[in-house]
């Protein structure tokens, strides 16, 4: 079974920092495209910033210039590194991944249990 295990949330002020991770454990063959999206009280889930397996990246672009995906392919890990926050960036941030598990079986996305980012004024 695989599983996505994310950490870094926390409160902050406006104008810090904060980097989330998100790790895959379990059976993992290969992963594809890992992401980040976000959910604000009272608002739908909106994606924030995607990074393929080549390293190519794409970020929404209310975060551009203040956030930035990275990956670690050795660790299947998927990082968020958050500049600059807003308090507009308050939600719960989840992370997701397209995951093969056997070499014959399809791409499944998974995700993540969700993780409380609050930043103050």
Same mark, same amino acid.
């Given at each position: 079974q695989v599983q996505l295990v994310e950490s870094g949330g926390g409160l902050v002020q406006a &104008? &810090?920092? %904060?980097k989330l991770s998100c790790a895959a454990s379990g059976r993992v063959f290969s992963i594809g495209t890992m992401g980040w999206y976000r959910q604000a009280q009272g608002k #739908?889930? #909106? #994606?924030?910033a995607r990074i393929l397996s080549d390293g190519t990246t794409n970020h929404a672009d209310s975060v551009k210039g203040r956030f930035i995906v990275s990956r670690d392919n050795a660790k299947n890990t998927?990082? %968020?590194q958050m500049n600059s926050l807003k308090p507009e960036d308050t939600a719960v941030y989840y992370c997701n991944a397209v995951?093969?598990?056997f070499t014959w079986s399809s791409f499944v996305v998974y995700w993540g249990q969700g993780t409380q980012v609050t930043v103050s004024s």
């Open positions: &104008g &810090g920092s %904060l #739908e889930r #909106e #994606e924030v998927v990082y %968020l995951i093969k598990v």
